[in-house]
């Protein structure tokens, strides 16, 4: 019998790593029965995608979401862990609540307050971050084939979330006001014909990820008495109502509603930490209760350990003027943006002018797709999130891309924009070469049969 260093080395199982590298279709079959029919209809976060590409440190990446945790004092991170560590080093170790602490909902609830809005704490739950709140929500309404509505474009992040739970996802238009709600009534109408009830409406209606447009005061109310009257439940989700630049903060739908039929998303990710995954949901007691047993399946609990850090930030009574602080950042990054498009993206272009959040939608000529100026950009060593990953049929907002501001400094920012102009302008020019046509300076694809994105004015900002 050979010893073990005879054996022919194809007998033994090949490091992780090789296999992972030598991973063939013959490999992938061998588990592909195993699957649940379910993981057909899964995507990929682009953004998730992305981050291990922008993770390089020469990319400029105005792809991801990310705050800017730099301005976040280590001192008091210091200080607050520590604090944490002498005096509740046990119970911040433990599990807690599935509905989270009490002292974390006092906090959310002043957060909210600063936007008008008094939950019940009872209807409070604490997520592990925003994203797992519509995951849960979707978990909890939604059965294959269910109908759920959302903005167009949405949420890249809650794409994959739909499709994993085999929803038929429909999206609403919008312009510079927000999802167009009269067509939001049209298509339920449309539905509620063919004898379809959807089973939410998905909003973000401040700041939009991706589009950066926030809705009206006058199609809030619409959207709100809309809901009450047809029995739809909206999902609003709010992760940028604090961080407005300028203008007149509008009323969340949540507020206007009472929390009837209003479903909302908070989080801690963008005002604080994403790192901490605090998020929370308010929903009226009957769709908690499901919700809650929805989480236990999922988590058990969120992390008490993050609890007790952001019970500790908010007793410091500073998440103010440390929101004020990321406000500024942000403003002054946003005009960095604005100015560098201005300059240099193609007079065909067209971008959206974010009153705060974090993110530019800009669209391009119809004929450019941005998933292969993607490819170019990153050559550049810059990225952006194309625009096809905000809508759920992977196709329409081929020619728009979603362009982050608060995770670059003005510097950056402005290289970054300077280098996918480069890239636009090469794929302008190759255009013209290969069409003969030359376009005006300043004409628009605005009416265009295959511009089915978002058609926002361009807008100038005043001084
Ligand atoms: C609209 C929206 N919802 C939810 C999330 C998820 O955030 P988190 O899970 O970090 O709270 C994000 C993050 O960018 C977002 O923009």
């Known amino acids: 019998m050979p010893d073990r260093d005879e054996s022919p080395a194809r007998e033994r199982p090949a490091p992780a790593a090789h296999r992972r590298a030598h991973q063939t279709a013959h490999d992938l079959e061998r588990y592909a029965d195993l699957f649940a029919q379910r993981t057909r209809a899964m995507r990929s976060s682009a953004m998730r995608d992305l981050m291990a590409i922008t993770a390089r440190p020469e990319v400029i990446s105005l792809a991801g979401g990310l705050p800017d945790t730099s301005t976040f004092p280590p001192a008091s991170f210091a200080a607050q862990m520590t604090r944490i560590a002498q005096e509740s080093a046990a119970e911040a170790l433990q599990y807690g609540p599935t509905e989270g602490f009490d002292q974390m909902k006092s906090a959310i609830r002043e957060v909210m307050a600063a936007e008008g809005m008094a939950p019940d704490p009872r209807d409070i739950v604490v997520t592990t971050g925003g994203q797992q709140a519509i995951d849960l929500i979707t978990k909890t309404l939604v059965d294959p084939g269910d109908v759920v509505i959302c903005e167009a474009p949405t949420y890249p992040g809650a794409v994959p ?8 996802t429909h999206q609403v238009e919008m312009d510079d006001d927000g999802m167009r709600v009269d067509e939001l009534e049209a298509l339920l109408d449309r539905l509620s014909a063919a004898g379809r009830r959807p089973k939410f409406v998905y909003s973000v209606p ?16 619409r959207l709100v008495e809309l809901a009450r009257k047809r029995e739809v439940l909206v999902i609003e989700d709010n992760p940028y109502g604090l961080l407005r630049f300028e203008g007149e903060p509008q009323p969340p739908l949540y507020q206007l509603d009472g929390g009837d039929y209003v479903v909302y998303i908070g989080t801690l990710s963008k005002i604080l930490s994403p790192g901490i995954r ?3 949901m308010v929903a009226p007691p009957p769709v908690m209760e499901k919700i809650v047993l929805g989480k236990q399946a999922t988590d058990l609990c969120t992390s008490t350990l993050s609890q007790y850090f952001a019970v500790e930030f908010f007793a410091e009574d500073r998440w103010r003027s440390y929101i004020d602080s990321l406000r500024d950042l942000y403003r002054s990054r946003r005009d960095a943006m604005l100015e560098a498009l201005e ?10 002018t974010p009153e705060g959040g974090l993110f530019v939608w800009a669209t391009l000529p119809p004929y450019i797709d941005t998933s292969d100026l993607l490819a170019k950009a990153l050559r550049e060593n810059v990225a952006f999130v194309p625009g096809a990953a905000a ?23 402005r290289e970054g924009i300077r280098r996918i102009g480069k890239v636009i302008d090469e794929q302008v020019g190759l255009y013209e070469t290969i069409t003969g046509e030359h376009r005006l300076p300043g004409a628009t694809d605005a ?13 100038r900002r005043e001084g």
């Open 391 to 413: 809508y759920v049929d992977g196709t329409r907002g081929a020619n728009s891309m979603r362009l982050n501001f608060s995770g670059s400094d003005e510097d950056e920012i």
């Open 161 to 168: 979330v739909f499709c994993s739970y085999e929803a038929e």
């Open 206 to 221: 401040s700041f939009q990820n991706p589009a950066g447009v926030t809705l009206s005061a006058e199609r809030r109310r």
């Open 447 to 459: 009416g265009s049969e295959t511009a089915d994105v978002l058609p926002l004015r361009r807008r």
């Open 278 to 280: 605090l998020g929370w």
């Open 343 to 352: 300059h240099q993206f193609p007079a065909q272009a067209t971008w959206t």
